[in-house]
């Protein structure tokens, strides 16, 4: 069964400074990686997403997460936080094996608070 | 505008009373889900549809039952709701079930059955 560990439940930055939520996996087979983030009273919205290629992914408001298969981790980055990217985020994995097993499996979620 | 409709946005139920939470999608997708989400357990999917009179169970689908009769619209009915259902419901689409594929968020439903 594949699964997604978040293992930190909030993260305090200062405005400006860098910021990292933590995502590592499991998967049988190639693994498909996915941020998403939640802003309040809001549904999901899509960041980014790893398919192939580089370990490196650019997505959505300056975001940028980092594949690393030998440490089966996908950790979202980005070089200077602001307020507004206060939110919880969530990192998920869709395996590629067969019929169900290509559903999306979660994280528990990742508050992230900026601070002025 | 693309984009999952989710109604309504809040209820309040009382245990035992059929309900119904509707979604659409206005963006032709194939695949429709269900997605349940907990504090600490992040979302955990209920059901889930690829396509037209197509539908399985997700992870955790005890208590609720959907339907794909056309394909934007995916329902949730909660026949006998219980306060072990009270939780904060979303609705996504995408357009296959490829592994590629992001998927598409509704804005939620909070349910409360009391």
């Known amino acids: 069964a594949q699964s997604v560990a978040q293992p930190e439940d909030q993260v305090n930055v200062a405005e400006g400074n860098p910021l990292t939520v933590k995502c590592t996996y499991s998967?049988?087979?190639?693994?498909?990686l996915f941020w998403y983030v939640q802003y309040p009273n809001r549904g999901l919205q899509f960041l980014l997403k790893?398919?192939?290629?580089?370990?490196l992914v650019k997505g959505s408001y300056g975001f940028e997460a980092e594949f690393n298969k030998s440490q089966t981790s996908f950790h979202l980055k980005k070089p200077s936080a602001l307020v507004s990217d206060s939110a919880l985020y969530f990192c998920?994995?869709?395996?590629?094996?067969?019929?169900?097993?290509?559903?999306?499996?979660f994280g528990s979620g990742t508050q992230l608070t900026v601070l002025p | 505008e693309a984009q999952v409709t989710q109604n309504p946005r809040y209820l309040i139920t009382v245990t035992g009373k059929k309900l119904t939470v509707t979604c659409s999608q206005n963006?032709?997708?194939?695949?429709m889900s269900w997605y349940r989400q907990d504090p600490g357990l992040g979302l955990r999917q209920i059901y889930y549809?690829?396509?037209?009179?197509?539908?399985d169970k997700g992870d955790v689908p005890e208590g609720y039952k959907v339907s794909r009769k056309e394909k934007r619209n995916f329902p949730l009915i909660l026949e006998s709701p219980s306060p072990n259902q009270t939780s904060l419901y979303f609705c996504?689409?995408?357009?296959?079930?490829?592994?590629?594929?992001?998927?598409?968020f509704g804005q939620g439903t909070r349910l409360t059955v009391v």
């Open positions: 996504a689409s995408s357009l296959s079930m490829g592994v590629r594929t992001e998927a598409f």
């Open positions: 998967v049988s087979g190639n693994p498909y």
């Open positions: 790893y398919i192939t290629g580089d370990n």
């Open positions: 998920a994995v869709r395996g590629f094996t067969s019929g169900s097993a290509r559903q999306l499996t």
């Open positions: 963006m032709n997708h194939e695949y």
């Open positions: 549809s690829m396509n037209v009179e197509v539908t």
